[in-house]
């Protein structure tokens, strides 16, 4: 593959420049349809007004969402071939497959080749994105900040609209190459099988869009989420990804039974991320700008003010290096002109308008994180004005307002006694005058449990820029300072020179600096050493008043709304362009100079970014009780010692319990929950069962007899390799009550092999594992998974806490449960749908596969347990097909396997086999499942019901 640039995070990362042409409409890069030809070769223009109806297959309350599109698109008449992607990615494809789809792409992909065919044409590129992420083959796995932009007119995936519409109007189940004619694998383009099913046909009409029923799957822009019962013009989809942050894939494959293709359908087996890719989904483009287009919020509500979250929770951290830390950014949305909340610690992709801030300016966060204050009126102007605080949630519950007749532009702080205060000015207006700014105050009241204490008066003069020990600054227009050695001398200065200065902020991280913008004055550009306009520079002043830093602006940009960033050497700011619009919130390193961009919008204003200290930033009280930081505190602090802490086992915080990382998708992330029952039930449990998802989904623990505490550790797309490691490295230094293994045999696994990424993540000697990307894993590899520790509960302290990531709704009740993962019920079992499959791996991995099994129970045995093998039901249909399940392998390889595990029944004592499946003849009524290989919540009812009576059964032999 030809590999695309890869940028680090720095102050270019959005600015464009990874296209071949800004998205400034400029004549050499604006192509908008109407100039076009009336025909672009490949593709079928849409014309006129459109009405298209949304439902989704898999929702039963049939919600239809109505959606009209105003104007015209091209659509690509095949899925993008081979071929195709090569000409323009790389690679060599043999003459044969030239014309097949291209498959085995990840959105990502699908994206990178969009942007590629647009700028191969001269167009701008829809999507734009921070930095790319590539695995050393060449792979795309992540785009950071991946934003699109519908209003311009280049290359890009269909809508989801856009793709049902025009499939309507083609759709054709019984000419599309599905399960009964594909002989399981994709057709040429635009070909269709013939009626005797030996023969192909090509589809010649230049106007029919080919393939969109069958052949393969393809992927659609956008965010998986339900529809509302509602109609709207020119919907492009949702506006922030629900909790599994799914995407979608439209359309039929060449692995479905006619039956099971609905043109509704938008999901697939597991839930759907942009790093997924799959051997029967490819993707086609259309092309055509969306002037106004709408999105859905969570909630349902029209979002037409689109704000791109450009950074995730890695690189803010990355930047801070702050490994553990929480994360909240809160603006000023200059067009809605309320706050706007993006929450780090539960979706960083999600930005949450806060309903109840109207007319909002200067926000700041609680040192705890849990409440923002906000005034009515902005710096440098005079005026009426009102302080208030509320939680920070999208309601501004618990909102109060500081009774007082002025206030302005609060700032949250916390005295050496722990006590919460807010520092306010009674008046925001412009210092230049001497005489009117002496009229002004600083005044700081207490702040706790929601409520207000009594103000007290702190400084003659609004010094809003900051209060610490000894220095209080304010800047607009000069920057005014008061310092003092006693609190009653101080004494009142203007730095810089004289020199108009503005966007002033002073450090809380006890050096006392004092951050600030200018107007290109002659004192800045002389320590620079170089000319620069109004605001291209962050000027840096130490606690004497000496300039000692500056960061230029990136280019065609200049900064704006500065602040610090509580307890960190980093500042946040907003970035104007030339015609003043705040497009961009950043984040900037001070001592590297790293710019990271954090989001972009229309009008963006004064940003905060709270990041959690594990120590608050304590300010002492003087004698007379005035404001100011301890400057020894850091923010940051030290393990506790085995001599001070309640647990004798010291771990560290940065690495302990991190059993997620936020790429992830749902199948990765449901580990950090398995981790925190394996700890929590270790002294405790005498039941594991271990596994892939099937007993994921089926064995309900708190079902068993209360002889049993049982607990669930199953995994999606674990395999006995995985299931083995688990066992040998957590469970046998840990489980010393345990007296039944229950271990699932997913035949149809049984190819996988033991050293691969994703089959055994714990795999010693594979530089890919899985394990190395979570700290918690390595961390508890290098203590040799604390083997001999007889106190653990920090782990289960720390797998607790150790989430930075939003959790998936379907993890809820997983702890309640003990593991058991609850799913809906499907109407009936589906046909015999495959996913990847292999045929015949040949005996050596195979044996290696009976291997661990051996292992499992072997070791078992040495410690008196005794492992129940079990094999999950799945579709009655897959009885009648070469195939034993969903993922294989050949019949005649399983039905031998499955002789030799009755054989083994006899070799070890302490194996039990428990087959549920029974080739396919079991009694699992339609209804008891979710999907063509896993069991829902009623078929785990029977299934943990026969478990219980086998472990009764064993237990008084």
Same mark, same amino acid.
């Not at 003459?95 to 085995?104: Q, R, S, T």
């Given at each position: ?13 959005? &600015? ?35 009405? @298209? ?84 083959? =060449? ?6 900040? +991946? ?35 594909? $002989? ?10 013939? #009626? ?23 992927? @659609? ?36 039974? *006619? ?17 997924? !890719? ?14 106004? *287009? ?65 007319? /909002? ?18 710096? =440098? ?76 008066? +702190? ?18 227009? +000069? #920057?005014?300072? /008061? ?24 450090? $809380? ?63 946040? /700011? ?39 200290? !594990? ?45 997620? &990382? ?33 007993? +994921? ?10 002889? &049993? ?44 092999? /033991? $050293? ?18 979570? *700290? ?29 990531? *939003? ?73 009648? !097909? ?76």
């Amino acid at each position: 593959m030809k590999k695309a640039i890869t940028f680090g995070v720095i102050s270019l990362l959005a &600015f464009g420049l990874w296209t071949s042409c800004s998205h400034s409409n400029s004549s050499e890069c604006h192509n908008d349809i109407e100039d076009e030809e009336p025909s672009i070769e490949g593709f079928v223009k849409q014309k006129g007004p459109k009405t @298209v109806s949304l439902t989704d297959a898999s929702d039963e309350s049939n919600v239809t969402m109505t959606v009209q599109l105003d104007y015209d698109f091209y659509i690509s008449r095949t899925e993008v071939t081979r071929e195709q992607y090569a000409d323009l990615m790389g690679g060599n494809v043999p003459e044969k497959e030239k014309n097949l789809p291209k498959v085995d792409v990840n959105f990502y992909d699908a994206v990178l080749y969009a942007n590629a065919l647009s700028k191969s044409e001269g167009r701008d590129t829809v999507y734009t994105y921070a930095n790319s992420n590539f695995t050393p083959s =060449g792979r795309c796995v992540f785009l950071e900040g +991946l934003a699109t932009h519908y209003e311009v007119s280049g290359y890009r995936l269909p809508t989801e609209a856009e793709w049902i519409y025009v499939a309507k109007k083609f759709w054709d189940v019984e000419n599309s190459w599905n399960a009964d004619n594909s $002989s399981s694998e994709a057709h040429e383009v635009c070909s269709i099988p013939g #009626l005797d099913g030996s023969n192909v046909k090509f589809e010649e009409n230049p106007d029919v869009v080919c393939n969109m029923t069958g052949n393969v799957a393809e992927w @659609v822009d956008g965010w998986l989420a339900d529809f509302k019962d509602t109609t709207l013009t020119n919907y492009v989809g949702a506006s922030a990804p629900n909790s599994l942050k799914e995407n979608m894939i439209k359309g039929g494959n060449y692995r479905l039974s *006619p039956n099971d293709i609905n043109i509704n359908t938008r999901r697939d087996v597991y839930p759907i991320a942009m790093n997924s !890719s799959a051997d029967y989904v490819g993707f086609r483009l259309v092309l055509g700008a969306i002037d106004n *287009p709408l999105q859905l919020d969570p909630s349902g509500k029209v979002n037409t003010v689109k704000i791109n979250i450009v950074a995730t929770t890695e690189s803010i951290l990355e930047t801070l290096n702050a490994k553990k830390a929480k994360a909240k950014l809160v603006f000023r949305n200059d067009v809605t002109e309320k706050l706007t909340l993006i929450d780090y610690t539960k979706n960083a992709s999600r930005a949450v308008e806060i309903e109840n801030a109207t007319s /909002a300016f200067h926000p700041d966060v609680s040192p705890d994180g849990n409440y923002v204050a906000f005034s009515t009126q902005i710096e =440098g102007l005079p005026g009426k004005s009102k302080v208030y605080v509320c939680h920070l949630d999208s309601a501004c519950s618990g909102k109060v307002e500081l009774p007082v007749e002025n206030a302005a532009i609060p700032r949250f702080r916390v005295l050496e006694s722990g006590d919460t205060v807010i520092v306010y000015v009674s008046d925001a207006g412009s210092n230049k005058d001497s005489l009117t700014w002496a009229g002004y105050s600083t005044w700081v009241v207490p702040f706790a449990r929601g409520k207000f204490g009594t103000p007290r008066l +702190l400084l003659k003069g609004s010094f809003n820029g900051g209060v610490t020990e000894g220095l209080a600054v304010t800047g607009s227009k +000069l #920057l005014r300072v /008061a310092t003092w050695n006693e609190p009653d001398k101080v004494k009142y200065d203007v730095w810089y020179n004289k020199e108009q200065a503005c966007n002033v902020s002073l450090a $809380s991280d006890g050096s006392s600096r004092t951050l600030f913008l200018d107007f290109g004055g002659s004192t800045g550009q002389k320590f620079v050493g170089q000319k620069y306009g109004t605001h291209e520079q962050i000027l840096v002043m130490d606690s004497k008043g000496k300039l000692v830093d500056a960061v230029a602006s990136p280019a065609g940009y200049s900064y704006d709304h500065t602040e610090w960033v509580t307890g960190k050497n980093a500042a946040v /700011a907003t970035l104007t362009d030339k015609n003043m619009s705040h497009k961009k919130i950043v984040l900037i390193d001070m001592e590297t100079k790293k710019i990271v961009e954090l989001v972009e919008s229309d009008e963006l204003w004064h940003p905060v970014l709270w990041i959690e200290q !594990s120590t608050p930033a304590v300010e002492k009280s003087s004698s007379s009780s005035e404001i100011a930081p301890n400057s020894s505190s850091s923010g940051n602090s030290e393990p506790e010692s085995s001599s001070s802490s309640k647990y004798s086992l010291v771990l560290d915080p940065d690495s302990a319990g991190i059993y997620a &990382f936020s790429y992830a998708q749902f199948k990765d992330f449901i580990i950090r929950y398995k981790m925190e029952l394996l700890w929590q039930f270790a002294d405790s449990a005498n039941v594991v069962v271990l596994g892939s998802s099937r007993p +994921l989904n089926a064995v309900y623990p708190t079902r068993l007899n209360s002889k &049993f505490t049982g607990v669930n550790l199953g995994l999606a797309s674990c395999t006995i390799h995985m299931s083995k490691d688990i066992l040998m490295k957590y469970i046998w230094p840990h489980y010393k009550k345990l007296k039944y293994v229950v271990v699932s045999l997913d035949l149809d696994f049984w190819w996988k092999t /033991a $050293s691969a990424k994703d089959n055994n993540w714990f795999a010693d000697n594979d530089a890919n594992a899985k394990y190395l990307l979570y *700290p918690g894993f390595v961390y508890d590899k290098n203590h040799d998974y604390w083997a001999g520790e007889e106190d653990i509960t920090p782990l289960y302290e720390a797998t607790k806490e150790g989430i930075l990531y *939003p959790s998936p709704s379907r993890c809820d009740n997983i702890i309640a449960s003990r593991g058991q993962l609850q799913t809906s019920c499907s109407k009936s079992w589906p046909g015999a749908n495959f996913g990847a499959t292999i045929s015949d791996p040949g005996q050596e991995i195979i044996n290696s596969s009976m291997n661990s099994l051996k292992t499992i129970i072997e070791e078992s045995a040495k410690r008196g347990v005794t492992v129940i093998g079990t094999i999950l039901p799945q579709s009655p249909a897959y009885k009648n !097909s070469s195939m034993f399940g969903y993922s294989g392998m050949n019949r005649s390889i399983t039905d031998s396997l499955i002789g030799e595990f009755v054989k083994m029944e006899k070799t070890y004592s302490n194996f039990v086999l428990f087959d549920e499946n029974k080739d396919g003849l079991h009694d699992y009524t339609n209804g008891m499942n979710e999907d063509s290989q896993h069991l829902c919540d009623e078929g785990a009812k029977l299934y943990t019901y026969r478990l219980d009576s086998l472990l009764l059964k064993l237990d008084n032999r």
